[in-house]
Structures are given as C-alpha cells and as structure tokens.
C-alpha cells in the first residue's frame, strides 16, 4: 500500500496541513526543528511528494515546455541540452515535443503544455511566413493565465526571447568565401517559407550581388538532410553547374542539407572540395570531425539554449529580445582549387 501524507503526519506527531507545507513546498513553513522532524519520517516511510499537490502549494506546477521541429536534427538537441542546462539546479522539469515541422502537431503540443500547466513554453526553430495566428492566439491566452512564452531562433509579436541575426551571418560567410577566391556560387536555399531559410539565403546573396556576383542557380527544396540531398542529386543530373567551368561552391542554408549535399556529391564520382565546395550554417556537433571538415557559421547553440533556460527564470519583461550572432568557421570543404 503506498504511503499517504497523514501516515508521514502521524509519525512526525503533527497535522496533516503542516506535514503538507513542509513536504510541498508551501511559503508558509513551520519551524525548521518541526520541519526536520517531517522530513524524517518522510525518508523513514519512504513517501515521495505528490508533483499536484506542490504545484498547489507553490501556485506553479515547476515544469517548462520545450517545442522543437525535430529533435534528432542536432541543431535542436543542442539547444534542448543547453535549455536543460539552463534549468539546472533549480528543481524545474522540462517536457519535451518534437513536431516534424507540422503545425498542427506544434499546435497540439502547446495545448497539452496547456493542460499540464507548465510555468513557461519555449518554442525553438524557424517560423513560417504566415499561418501562426491559431497557434498566436493560443499562446495569448496561455499569457493572459500567467504563462510565459519565449522564442528561441525566430520571434513571434507577443513574445521575446532569443533571436538569430542569420542574415548578418550569412553575409559574413559570402565575404570569407570570397576572400578565398570563389566566383562560381550555387545555392540550395530550403523552404522559403521559412523566416530562417529566407533570411539567410538573402543575406549571402545579396552580398554575392553586391561585390559583382550573381549565383550561377539557386535551388529550393526541403529545409532537411534529405532536402539537400535531393537537391544536389537534381542539380548535378542537370548540369546546370558546368562543372567544366571550373569548381562551384555551393552555400546551402544549414549544416544537415550541407551533409546531405556532399552525400550526393560523392554518389556521383566528384570530389569535395576538389570539384565542388561546400559550406553550411549552423556548426552542428561533429561538424569540424568530418573528412572533409565543413565550412560553416557557427552558432553557439548550447548557450541559445541555456540563455532560453535562464530567461524562462528570470523575472522581468517576457518582451525582451536578445540578438545572437554567428561567424564563419572556414573548413576543408570550401578550400580553393
């Protein structure tokens, strides 16, 4: 038979109501020589707190919302680890939903975050261009119940959080990768309906176009590993990149479509860099291990996701928005030949 709080009261020699505040959590805590005795019997039985009744007692439920597209995508797990690490220390639990980038479920898993009543809901990753305003209205009554919203990567207008300057970055990395001699440039862009896909794609082309240079094809597609694989198997069957021309880089808008680009590369009998250079954004984990290692703009995504943690905690205005830069990380696979 489990043990019940009136079996810890009971052997503790107090009420019900303080064996309560003391194992609970509540403010009010009677003295520490009453509170020690409680806790004692407590261990002596073996009961473990009801998490309900110390979300009653507290007036928070101690538990935060993490929503990301796609946790097996190193870009998530990275910021979910360090959102994690935000968190330690201080007794608060995090839940963990992971959509597929389709916003019904996104949608879904904020209504059950909802219904738990988490303290905060974190949501990681690029927004669409339109077709939030469900998913807004949502969220603003989980504010109007004393719920807090933060956004990490992308921002929505009713909540702060931590925002990318991805189209900087982006120009950064066509800067570098001109300096290093590259002319020839091709893009496989993502989905462009995607803030994130499009803002990084206009960053590195309007710098190409500004210095002279416009892309020789520009792709779009899936913003996946498969994504860029399919891609570049499409474009390579083309030959739209006239490989004869001389080699092309080509900047795909984040790491895992970089990966899955350099798959079909390879499939095909060319070599990376040799024939076609590659460059990514992102600098998810491994990345630099690589043979050939990938050129990148490396973002620092555990601490993204560490600075989500800690803003969750913080008291203060939930419209606060911190901007975080990334910079490129010049590898093999964009060497000039």
């Known amino acids: 038979m489990a043990v019940r709080l009136a079996d810890v009261a009971k052997e503790a020699g107090v009420s019900q109501a303080t064996a309560s505040r003391v194992l609970n959590g509540s403010k009010r805590k009677p003295s520490e020589e009453i509170a020690d005795r409680v806790r004692s019997a407590a261990e002596r039985l073996g009961y473990f707190p009801n998490a309900q009744a110390q979300a009653l007692a507290r007036s928070t439920a101690g538990l935060v919302g993490l929503i990301v597209h796609d946790i097996a995508d190193p870009y998530f797990s990275s910021i979910a680890r360090g959102v994690q690490h935000g968190l330690d220390g201080t007794g608060v ?114 710098k190409l176009e ?23 198997a499409d474009l390579l069957r083309s030959n739209d990149l006239d490989l004869e021309s001389g080699q092309v880089c080509v900047f795909c808008a984040n790491d895992v479509m970089a990966l899955g680009a350099m798959t079909a590369i390879r499939e095909s009998g060319l070599r990376v860099p040799e024939d076609v250079a590659v460059a990514g954004f992102d600098d998810i984990p491994t990345l630099g291990d690589l043979v050939p290692s990938v050129t990148t703009v490396r973002l620092p ?24 830069s990334g910079h490129p990380v010049l590898r093999e696979s964009t060497r000039k030949v």
Do not use: C, W
């Open 301 to 324: 995504l555990e601490e993204i996701g560490r600075m989500a943690g800690e803003f969750v905690l913080a008291d203060g205005d939930d419209q606060r928005r911190f901007v975080v």
């Open 93 to 206: 639990q995090l839940l963990l939903s992971s959509t597929g980038r389709d916003p019904d479920v996104e949608l879904g898993a904020v209504r059950s975050f909802l219904s738990h009543r988490t303290d905060a809901i974190l949501l990681a990753g690029s927004r669409g261009m339109s077709g939030d305003d469900e998913l807004a209205a949502a969220l603003t009554r989980y504010q109007e119940n004393g719920g807090k919203v933060v956004m990490i990567g992308q921002p929505l207008a009713l909540a702060g959080g931590i925002q990318l300057d991805n189209q900087g970055a982006a120009a950064e990395l066509a800067q570098e990768l001109l300096k290093l001699g590259h002319r020839r440039f091709a893009v496989l862009s993502g989905d462009q309906s995607l803030a994130t896909a499009r803002d990084r794609v206009s960053g590195f082309v309007e």
């Open 210 to 232: 500004s210095s002279g240079i416009a892309p020789v094809v520009v792709r779009e597609g899936a913003f996946t590993r498969d994504g860029g694989y399919l891609e570049m």
